[in-house]
């Protein structure tokens, strides 16, 4: 199940930038993060409300608000307007690679933070990703 999960999220995410490069086309990036957003809590809001689990909300501790106000922060607002604004003025391939390359990001800070190992196929793997960002520029 979890690698079902795993394949539609990368078709949806494959598919998305062809999109947005399209509708990027006559707005600035900002404004489309904007709607963009605003659709997305829109459809997530309804799914929770008719889902009943707004309750479950209300439960998460405010540490975990302040985090994930953070995660928002970092990914959904400053990453997203940064892939935005570099796909309305890029070729939409190249910067959709160099953009699913931050697991490298992820497994570098996994290290340094949360004291994950350094593993010889982590290290081919990140060679390999490495290796496709050289070839496509």
């Known amino acids: 199940m979890v690698y079902w999960l795993a394949i539609i999220g990368m078709i949806c995410w494959g598919i998305a930038p ?3 490069k399209m509708g990027l086309g006559h707005a600035n990036p900002m404004a489309a993060l904007v ?5 997305a809590a829109g ?4 799914w929770v409300g008719v889902s009943g689990s707004l309750g479950q909300v209300k439960q ?18 400053i990453g997203d307007l940064a892939y935005y604004a570099a796909i309305k003025r890029g070729e939409v391939s190249v910067v959709t690679v160099i953009m699913a390359s931050s697991p490298l990001v992820t497994m570098i800070c996994a290290i340094l933070f949360f004291g ?13 990703v490495i290796l496709g960002i050289i070839l496509i520029m």
């Open 35 to 39: 709607l963009r957003t605003l659709m």
């Open 18 to 20: 062809i999109f947005a």
């Open 60 to 77: 998460i501790p405010l540490n975990s608000w302040m985090l994930l106000g953070i995660e928002a922060i970092l990914a959904a607002l």
């Open 43 to 46: 459809m997530v809001t309804a």
């Open 116 to 128: 994950e190992q350094i593993t010889a196929y982590k290290l081919i793997g990140a060679s390999f």
